[in-house]
């Protein structure tokens, strides 16, 4: 049985144990897609009281929300990253919308009913009496304040104004209770957060269904947190995030749904919703369905709040014995050398490529990739990257008098945009246009469809799935597999719209460096 094959027979397993009883092994979550009401000038310091006034507008809509949550039977809703204060403010200019939240593994606060404790705590308050009056779970993002002392010690990690500030999850139990507190890891070109001294892995449970972990946005894309909770066997994961969707391989529900798949999760995703910035998609997606939200280009730009029965996967909460970390946990005893992957920059230049009169390098996601053109309506087509290669076998079914170009892609190597983190790719691709210069670029519909098996060696068993139809619109493949030795397969026909993306998408978490 190859490791993936187990991971979705575990995972068909727990469908059938749940099936049997499903109001006592299931629950009812929700999402808020947020349409933000930003701060018009967030560079520019303002008032606490000014600064108060422009969350209020945002937490109004959050209590619109929870209470028709609520009245679907909701028990823990989420909303998305930044959705209380925005984004793209400095250090400075966010000061006034900080509030010191307590820790609650140290102690015990209900915001709602003990607001006398702590000053300058408006929204936690706010966020905890909407928990307390919907009688829900309650997961929202905020900025925290946390003081630290100031050292000429060359190894502190405070700050030089001696005050760390946080990007951060607060979850508020059905009471009103804080808690968790979880400070985001992985920044994204944050200048108004500090990274915290360590990674957390912080979860929390619940009565009707056990245990659940928290991320944010980027952290998704690393061994810490992310693959950190799932290899101790957490099962459900909080996610809210301002995901700017980065087609054709990093779409919001393209990822977040093969990530769910692979890693035997189920993930609540809470986007912000902002036409301008590409930033939409939210959904609950478990191992065995997904429930998700993609506006489509040309409707209006609002709030999307989804709602899902979703089975318990906690396998202590089922009373079952996790299985599923020891194939999970990554493995770093294998050289990344023998699955092709380039530990240098100038791996990923046209001089390590088998020379071949239609291969040519092109920029997908701003790394250096190697494509071959689909030229035949049918067929097969190699190409490496370095020595890490892909095999595509393939037959076209154009619409009409279309004449879509279509590439097969290789990387193996280094991601340069943001933080560096190590990648396998392979990719089948429609192009933006009719120069093979456009094979890499966004695209968001198609009209041809396509039967394909797409195949790989990797260095890694976090390879990430996906096909990505017209329109945003997602597939399950027909068949995917992870062999032993690394080779991956994916397999996939009778499309219902025309095909945007195929990818096979490694992570190598071994190979990273913070």
């Given at each position: 049985?190859t ?19 499903v109001m006592?092994?299931?629950y009812t979550?929700a ?7 930003p ?5 520019i ?7 108060l ?12 929300q929870?209470a ?30 900080l ?13 709602c ?9 408006e ?15 309650l997961?929202?993002?905020?900025p ?10 060359p190894s502190?990690t ?19 209770l804080?808690?968790?507190?979880y400070?985001?890891y992985?920044?994204?070109?944050e ?29 998704i894309?690393?061994?810490n947190?992310t693959?950190?909770l799932?290899e ?12 700017f ?7 919001s ?14 993930l ?6 902002n036409?301008r ?5 939210s959904?609950?997606y478990?191992?065995?369905?997904s429930?998700?939200?993609h ?8 709030g999307?709040?989804?709602v899902?029965r ?6 202590e909460?089922?009373g ?9 946990t ?50 097969d ?19 009409g ?5 279509y590439?097969?892609g ?13 990648l ?6 429609r ?16 009209e ?5 098996l797409?195949e ?8 990430y ?9 997602m ?11 690394g080779?991956v ?22 190979l990273?460096?913070?």
């Open positions: 049985m490791l993936l094959s187990a991971v979705l027979s575990f995972s068909l397993t727990l469908a059938v144990v749940q099936t049997q009883s006592d092994k299931s979550a999402v808020y897609e947020h349409k933000l009401i701060n018009p000038d967030p560079r310091p303002m008032s606490r009281s000014a600064a006034q422009h969350m209020q507008k945002n937490l109004d809509i959050f209590e619109e929870a028709k949550a609520a009245e679907q039977g909701v028990q823990i809703l989420v909303f998305p990253e930044v959705g209380i204060h925005g984004f793209n403010f400095s250090r400075s200019s966010i000061y006034n919308y509030e010191r939240i307590p820790d609650p593994q140290q102690e015990s606060w209900n915001p009913t003990e607001s006398e404790k702590y000053n300058n705590t929204v936690l308050q706010r966020l905890s009496c909407m928990a307390r009056r919907n009688n829900l779970y997961v929202a993002n905020m925290d304040l946390q003081p630290c002392p100031l050292s000429t010690d502190s405070c700050p030089f104004d001696g005050r760390w500030q946080f990007n951060t999850n607060v979850v508020f139990r059905s009471d009103g804080l808690v968790a507190r400070h985001k992985n920044l994204y070109y200048d108004s957060f500090d990274t915290p001294p360590q990674p957390e892995i912080i979860t929390f449970d619940t009565p009707f269904a056990g245990r659940f972990g928290l991320i944010i946005c980027y952290d894309l690393f061994h947190p693959i950190a799932v101790k066997g957490v099962r459900q994961l909080i996610f809210p995030t301002a995901w969707n980065s087609p054709p391989l990093l779409h529900v393209q990822y977040h749904q093969a990530l769910s798949r692979i890693t035997n999760v189920t609540l995703s809470a986007n912000l919703r036409d910035f590409n930033m939409g998609g959904g609950i478990t191992p065995l369905f429930t998700y939200h506006a489509q280009r040309g409707e209006p730009e609002e999307k709040l989804l899902a979703v089975p318990v996967l906690d396998p909460w089922l079952q014995k996790e299985t599923t970390q020891e194939r999970l990554e493995s770093t005893s294998s050289p990344a050398a023998e699955s092709g992957f380039c530990q240098t920059d100038s791996c990923s230049d046209a001089s390590s490529v088998t020379p071949s009169s239609n291969t040519f390098i092109s920029t997908m996601m701003r790394d250096p990739f190697t494509f071959v053109l689909l030229n035949e309506m049918e067929g087509a190699n190409v490496c990257n370095g020595s890490f290669c892909c095999h595509l076998q393939y037959k076209r079914f154009p619409h008098s279309s004449n879509e170009l590439a097969l290789a990387f193996s190597g280094w991601h340069s945009k943001g933080r560096r983190y190590a396998q790719i392979c990719a089948l691709v192009c933006a246009g009719s120069d093979p210069s456009s094979c890499g670029q966004k695209v968001e519909e198609a041809s469809k396509m039967d394909f797409l790989g060696k990797f260095g890694t068993k976090y390879v799935p996906s096909v990505l139809a017209s329109r945003m619109a597939e399950d493949p027909e068949h995917f597999d992870i062999a032993a030795d080779r397969s994916m397999k996939h026909s009778n499309m219902t719209g025309g095909l945007v993306t195929a990818s096979l998408y490694a992570r190598m978490y071994h990273d460096k913070d």
